[in-house]
Structure formats: C-alpha cells, structure tokens
Nanobody, 123 residues
Framework: QVQLVESGGGLVQAGGSLRLSCAASGRTFSDYAMAWFRQAPGKEREFVAAITRSGSSLSYADSVKGRFTISRDNAKNTLSLQINSLKPEDTAVYYC????????????????WGQGTQVSVSS
C-alpha cells in the first residue's frame, strides 16, 4: 500500500500560480503511475493530469493543457502539480492518486488517494 499526503493549496487571485505537492510513503513510489484529480462543489471528481512510473509519459485534461504541469521525483517520493494562469473555474479540492495501471483517467482505476488540498481562485 502507498499513503499519500497533499499540500500547497490556498487562496489566490485569477492569473496567479500555485505548486501542489503530494508526498508518498509506504510501498515503492516508482511502482505506481500517479495522477491529480479535482472535485468542485456539487460536481463529480474529474481527471486533471497523470504521469507514468518513470515520468516519461504525461497526460492532461484539455481544460488544463498549457497551464498545468505534472512532474515527479522518484528519489524524493514526491509528485507535483505546477498550476499557472489560474482561473476561478479551477477552484476545487485537488487530490493525488496512485495506480498500478498505465495512466488511467478514470478515478475508479486508482485505489490509493490522498485527503485533498483546497485550491480557491478569486476573480
């Protein structure tokens, strides 16, 4: 099993930036594909970005391409999400998740989740 803890959320103005982090512990971090999802109030959890075990392949939701960058440091057991040009519609709780699959976009394919970190964007 792997345990995940997110950090780095906060309240920012539109156009600002944040860097989210996810610290992993337990089983070997590099055994897992990793992803970020988000959930806004009253909405379903949605895929944001994913990265393969080695970091060689990335996947992004169309809504965040060009603004969000996912990365990982397997030596430090850390997953990151750099968020630029924030928009009010980016407001949500952001979750990191781990999967033994390739880089699925379906949240049901991720058995391990962190507790989430709140990102709020004011207009």
């Amino acid at each position: 099993q792997v345990q995940l803890v997110e950090s780095g959320g906060g309240l920012v103005q539109a156009g600002g930036s944040l860097r989210l982090s996810c610290a992993a512990s337990g089983r070997t971090f590099s055994d897992y594909a990793m992803a970020w999802f988000r959930q806004a109030p009253g909405k379903e959890r949605e895929f944001v970005a994913a990265i393969t075990r080695s970091g060689s392949s990335l996947s992004y939701a169309d809504s965040v391409k060009g603004r969000f960058t996912i990365s990982r440091d397997n030596a430090k057991n850390t997953l990151s999400l750099q968020i630029n040009s924030l928009k009010p519609e980016d407001t949500a709780v952001y979750y990191c998740a781990a999967s033994s699959g390739y880089i699925p976009t379906n949240p049901g394919r991720y058995p391990y989740w962190g507790q989430g970190t709140q990102v709020s964007v004011s207009s």
